[in-house]
């Protein structure tokens, strides 16, 4: 009996042991299931806080890019266009050619002429404009029409640049083929839209007689002081014409054939008649020139031949102009208040 008591005490202590045992175990179990949930908790934070940090830098980044480009001031793309007359006209003006005048004082008054080139800067020009002038031992009027010319192209809002071309060598002087060559090489430097064909002894009066081209060629020297203000003869077509690109090439230019004085322009006056086009003019008060006195040039003598030329137009003004403008170019200098062409010719042909 005693025995038995024995064993059965024995046995509870086990069952005790085992007991404590295995709460020991499921403590300790549950010990590190809280441990490390505590861990993979830290881990998600940290991973959410770095999440959240990208986040934020990303926005301030688009904050930045977006602020300047809020903050940056509108600026036009374009600019507007002129207006068809200029607010700058004077009307008639009574002119005046000092003696002592020099070309540092014209490139003075003009200091927005760079290399022969002007471009208004308050608004875009409505067309582009090549004033050409024949040229050979006139130093004074030139300086007389630089200066004058300058300011009243300004006036009227004009993106012009003016060709000055110099004919060299002892030949007779040619105007018509000088002003070709004017042409053919103002084309070369810029897009032009008008082309003013300028003698160089005639200034403008009015500033109110446009120099843009129309949709017809264009004589713009109604009148002139030593004509008393009238036109020379009908149909009179010389010292400054306007015609488009269009227009000029449409003739095929001047003729090449006219050597010494007179008639060239008549020649170009009968070329736009054929082609069903017609002269227009500006009003008799506002088309008037001022032609500076001079004794007519040695190797400008009068043509003899030029009638026997006129007659001829209808037969050679297809191969006789700018397709046929042959010359030796000697030099291009642009010059601050204008662009120099130098050119020679060789003799001129006899005429048949």
């Given at each position: 009996?005693?025995?038995?008591?024995?064993?059965?005490?024995?046995?509870?202590?086990?069952?005790?042991?085992?007991?404590?045992?295995?709460?020991?175990?499921?403590?300790?179990?549950?010990?590190?299931?809280?441990?490390?949930?505590?861990?993979?908790?830290?881990?998600?934070?940290?991973?959410?806080?770095?999440?959240?940090?990208?986040?934020?830098?990303?926005?301030?980044?688009?904050?930045?890019?977006?602020?300047?480009?809020?903050?940056?001031?509108?600026?036009?793309?374009?600019?507007?266009?002129?207006?068809?007359?200029?607010?700058?006209?004077?009307?008639?003006?009574?002119?005046?050619?000092?003696?002592?005048?020099?070309?540092?004082?014209?490139?003075?008054?003009?200091?927005?002429?760079?290399?022969?080139?002007?471009?208004?800067?308050?608004?875009?020009?409505?067309?582009?404009?090549?004033?050409?002038?024949?040229?050979?031992?006139?130093?004074?009027h030139l300086l007389?029409?630089?200066?004058?010319?300058?300011?009243?192209?300004?006036?009227?809002?004009?993106?012009?640049?003016?060709?000055?071309?110099?004919?060299?060598?002892s030949t007779k002087?040619?105007?018509?083929?000088?002003?070709?060559?004017?042409?053919?090489?103002?084309?070369?430097?810029?897009?032009?839209?008008?082309?003013?064909?300028?003698?160089?002894?005639?200034?403008?009066?009015?500033?109110?007689?446009?120099?843009?081209?129309?949709?017809?060629?264009?004589?713009?020297?109604?009148?002139?002081?030593?004509?008393?203000?009238?036109?020379?003869?009908?149909?009179?077509?010389?010292?400054?014409?306007?015609?488009?690109?269009?227009?000029?090439?449409?003739?095929?230019?001047?003729?090449?054939?006219?050597?010494?004085?007179?008639?060239?322009?008549?020649?170009?006056?009968?070329?736009?008649?054929?082609?069903?086009?017609?002269?227009?003019?500006?009003?008799?008060?506002?088309?008037?020139?001022?032609?500076?006195?001079?004794?007519?040039?040695?190797?400008?003598?009068?043509?003899e031949d030029r009638?026997?030329?006129?007659?001829?137009?209808?037969?050679?003004?297809?191969?006789?102009?700018?397709?046929?403008?042959?010359?030796?170019?000697?030099?291009?200098?642009?010059?601050?208040?204008?662009?120099?062409?130098?050119?020679?010719?060789?003799?001129?042909?006899?005429?048949?």
């Amino acid at each position: 009996m005693a025995s038995n008591s024995y064993v059965f005490h024995l046995f509870y202590k086990f069952k005790v042991l085992v007991l404590v045992s295995l709460c020991l175990m499921v403590l300790w179990t549950t010990f590190n299931y809280l441990v490390d949930s505590g861990e993979q908790f830290s881990k998600a934070k940290s991973i959410v806080e770095s999440f959240r940090k990208v986040i934020s830098l990303q926005d301030s980044q688009k904050e930045e890019k977006i602020k300047p480009s809020v903050k940056a001031p509108t600026v036009k793309s374009f600019q507007s266009h002129c207006p068809a007359v200029s607010p700058y006209l004077r009307g008639a003006s009574k002119l005046t050619f000092k003696a002592s005048l020099t070309l540092e004082e014209v490139q003075k008054e003009n200091p927005q002429v760079v290399k022969g080139r002007y471009h208004p800067t308050e608004c875009s020009a409505l067309q582009h404009v090549a004033i050409l002038i024949p040229y050979r031992n006139r130093e004074k009027h030139l300086l007389y029409l630089l200066e004058h010319l300058h300011p009243f192209l300004q006036r009227q809002q004009l993106d012009y640049g003016i060709y000055v071309i110099h004919q060299a060598g002892s030949t007779k002087f040619n105007r018509a083929k000088l002003l070709n060559v004017g042409y053919l090489e103002a084309v070369k430097e810029a897009n032009w839209d008008c082309f003013i064909f300028h003698d160089v002894d005639l200034v403008p009066e009015n500033d109110f007689n446009s120099y843009m081209c129309d949709n017809q060629p264009k004589h713009l020297v109604v009148g002139r002081n030593s004509t008393g203000y009238r036109l020379r003869y009908k149909g009179y077509f010389g010292g400054v014409t306007a015609l488009t690109r269009d227009q000029f090439s449409k003739v095929n230019g001047f003729s090449n054939s006219y050597w010494g004085w007179g008639a060239e322009d008549d020649d170009l006056r009968i070329r736009v008649q054929m082609q069903n086009m017609k002269v227009v003019r500006p009003s008799a008060n506002v088309g008037r020139y001022t032609m500076i006195f001079h004794k007519r040039d040695h190797g400008n003598e009068v043509n003899e031949d030029r009638m026997k030329l006129l007659r001829q137009v209808s037969k050679t003004w297809k191969k006789d102009g700018l397709n046929s403008c042959s010359y030796k170019l000697l030099s291009v200098e642009h010059n601050p208040l204008y662009i120099n062409i130098t050119v020679d010719f060789s003799m001129q042909p006899k005429i048949s």
